[in-house]
């Protein structure tokens, strides 16, 4: 990953560290038209987010991978 993803990715998963976010809010925040920033594939690829059912509602959480990668270890 080129340091400028890898920064803006580490922004995302701690923005959801702390929370679980509907969809719609996490795709308002961070999706992306730019191909030289594909932060919310790349967060996709790496499996450091799920998509799950609350309810009625889509959310986004971060996975353990997720996590080890924010902590340092990825």
Known sequence: MSDV???LL???LA???VTERPYAD???AWRTSCP???VWEEAIEQGFLIR???GDEAVIRI???GRAFLAGGG
């Open 52 to 54: 799950a059912r609350t």
């Open 26 to 28: 996490v795709m308002d």
């Open 10 to 12: 580490r922004d995302l």
């Open 5 to 7: 993803v890898d920064a």
């Open 36 to 38: 030289r920033l594909p």
């Open 63 to 65: 996975t353990p991978a």
């Open 15 to 17: 923005w959801l560290a």
